[in-house]
């Protein structure tokens, strides 16, 4: 896979507008690259200084529209791999992927039985799932811990252990929960804030390494 460059040599100030500029040069950067979304540089990023996944991997990809990350795990895992994608909003078509239209809180065992081999239990879990943005930070933060809790039912019952995961969260009550169960369940656990995230947002990432018993 060929090195993406993750910094811009824009000239950023404080003003919101300089920060909508990177933003907007990764957007254009992630497009000339072929990606659907600007938030495949970011997976490209965690991946390239953790290495979290490997070739051949089986990969639940939650909240997966419009399958940017699927579209990095593809490069990643290659012919021998398996992509499951999960996402309430309809994702066109992507060679190679497979798409499941639901709501990740009720996903079940049966709805990956129908493979010619077993693929449960996945080797990574990814998520980069968040809440519609109110601006009001208490309510999008119980709205985060909402999606988390649904999250972290999928990495109770999907993943195997000594699996890795990693999960976009939002710093408040959200993000203290998910490092306090993130932390209990893995043996490594890091966070991570891609450059390709624009300055201002409050999102950042918590990569699980090594699911433990």
């Known amino acids: ?46 991946q390239k200084k953790d290495n979290f996944i490997k070739p051949s991997s089986r990969i639940l990809d939650l909240g997966s529209s419009p399958g940017g990350w699927s579209q990095v795990c593809l490069q990643i895992v290659g012919k021998k791999g398996f992509i499951f994608s999960v996402d309430k909003k309809i994702m066109e078509p992507l060679k190679g992927v497979n798409y499941l239209n639901k709501e990740l809180e009720k996903l079940k065992e049966s709805d990956f039985e129908n493979f010619d081999e077993n693929i449960l239990p996945f080797d990574v879990v990814l998520s980069d799932i968040a809440p519609n943005i109110s601006g009001i930070s208490e309510r999008d933060d119980a709205l985060m811990n909402s999606l988390l809790l ?25 993000f203290d929960n998910m490092m306090i ?6 043996q490594k656990v890091k966070i991570r804030k891609p450059d390709s995230s624009r300055a201002n947002s409050k999102e950042t990432y918590i990569l699980g390494m090594g699911k433990k018993k």
């Open 1 to 46: 896979m060929r090195d993406i460059i993750y910094k811009t040599h824009l000239s950023l100030t404080k003003s919101s507008k300089a920060i909508y500029k990177k933003g907007d040069a990764f957007s254009k950067l992630a497009k000339a690259r072929g990606f659907r979304s600007r938030s495949a540089l970011k997976l490209l990023e965690v």
């Open 181 to 186: 169960y993130m932390k209990t369940n893995f």
């Open 150 to 174: 649904g999250i972290r039912n999928c990495l109770d019952n999907f993943l195997k252990e000594d699996g890795n995961a990693l999960c976009k969260v939002f710093h408040g009550e959200s």
